[in-house]
């Protein structure tokens, strides 16, 4: 009775969602940039995770190590428009979100939109701005549109913030509102590279010679093709468990006493999303607990708050994250 119920299973498996060509895409965006970018393969996976997922992303990492240079070369991989802006403390939201502006010849106010109107949006130290013009973005990454003077403005298709930040250089910057952190699906902290990584850069740098790194970059995925694998990633099957599996690690947060905020449920749902993500990537149409707990850290780090002591003792928020899922029985 067990191995027909197995062969079904696997036909089961290998039918429900055609993934190969997900695969085939993710590989082309990894190959494009694995041209210009060393040992940041976590980061890269990361960044095409949030993008069929759907999400925005916040990048946390001291300057020099490259975060503005693969946001800047990812979206190029992507046929799509692209804008960069700038933030700085003297910046106003109509800098961003755009103006309306009297035209002469007909004596009326004509809206000129400003750089968000674009499909992947790089904001270069997203901490820089004050809370007037960081509440500008609130609208915008949450429901893809701009109200200016009473009249909405939607997005296009595709639309992804990509965000950078300086964790050390604290002067002269502005702390994000929890309300526009949760709006982030990940936050990506990366690191330093490895020694021999450091070396391999080196050698790709000197014999790059004059060449500009972005020529060398195609773009191997349209809106078209993202929406179909959208659709794909839609479809992913969770069973049961995994959403009480995923709702018990969020309520935890809440009810820890290591910490001072938990995640909401956005955070819930930014888990589920990126679960069936990285499932897809890996060539399943189901969901596993190793899924789950590779969004874990990326999705909550930036979402809960340390208690004040355990702030002063060093404490991370991926330590808790850690201890929450190790506390909780993995579902079979």
């Given at each position: 009775?067990?191995?027909p ?16 060509q997900?695969k085939?895409?993710?590989?082309a ?23 069929l997922?759907?999400g925005h992303?916040l990048?946390?990492?001291?300057p020099?190590?490259?975060?503005t ?6 979206s ?7 804008s ?11 800098d ?13 106010f004509?809206?000129?939109k400003?750089?968000?109107?674009s499909?992947?949006?790089l904001?270069?130290e997203?901490?820089r701005?004050?809370a ?21 403005y ?15 250089e ?15 699906l ?5 690191a330093y590279?490895?020694l ?8 790709t740098h ?8 972005q ?12 929406m179909v694998?959208?659709?794909h ?14 709702a018990?690690i969020v ?9 001072y ?27 596993t ?9 990326p ?11 355990r702030?002063?003792e ?15 029985e993995?579902?079979?």
């Amino acid at each position: 009775m067990e191995e027909p119920e197995l062969q079904n299973e696997e036909l089961h498996f290998n039918n429900r969602i055609p993934l190969e060509q997900l695969k085939e895409k993710v590989e082309a965006i990894k190959t494009q940039l694995n041209k210009i970018i060393i040992g940041q393969e976590d980061f890269i996976e990361l960044l095409i995770v949030a993008l069929l997922a759907d999400g925005h992303v916040l990048i946390e990492g001291v300057p020099g190590i490259a975060k503005t240079i693969t946001a800047k070369l990812f979206s190029k991989t992507l046929k799509t428009g692209f804008s960069r802006i700038q933030f700085t403390p003297d910046l106003m939201p109509s800098d961003i979100l755009g103006t309306s502006i009297l035209n002469m010849k007909s004596s009326e106010f004509e809206y000129k939109k400003g750089p968000i109107f674009s499909n992947v949006i790089l904001i270069d130290e997203i901490n820089r701005a004050p809370a007037k013009t960081q509440a500008a973005l609130f609208e915008v990454m949450e429901e893809r549109q701009v109200t200016i003077d009473g009249h909405r403005y939607k997005m296009e298709y595709p639309f992804m913030v990509l965000a950078t930040q300086n964790p050390i250089e604290q002067e002269g910057t502005y702390a994000l509102p929890e309300a526009q952190l949760d709006r982030f699906l990940f936050k990506i902290k990366v690191a330093y590279p490895t020694l021999s990584d450091e070396v391999t850069i080196l050698k790709t740098h000197h014999e790059r010679k004059m060449k500009i790194p972005q020529d060398s970059i195609e773009g191997v995925l349209s809106p078209e093709d993202l929406m179909v694998l959208r659709s794909h990633i839609q479809n992913i099957l969770i069973e049961e468990k995994i959403f009480t599996y995923i709702a018990q690690i969020v309520d935890k947060t809440r009810n820890h006493s290591h910490l001072y905020l938990g995640g909401s449920p956005r955070a819930s749902l930014a888990i589920m999303n990126a679960s069936k993500a990285f499932a897809a990537m890996n060539g399943r149409d189901f969901v596993t607990p190793d899924d789950v707990k590779r969004s874990l850290n990326p999705v909550l780090g930036h979402r809960i708050i340390l208690s004040p002591e355990r702030e002063m003792e060093g404490m991370t928020p991926e330590t808790v994250i850690d201890m929450i899922a190790q506390s909780i029985e993995i579902p079979r």
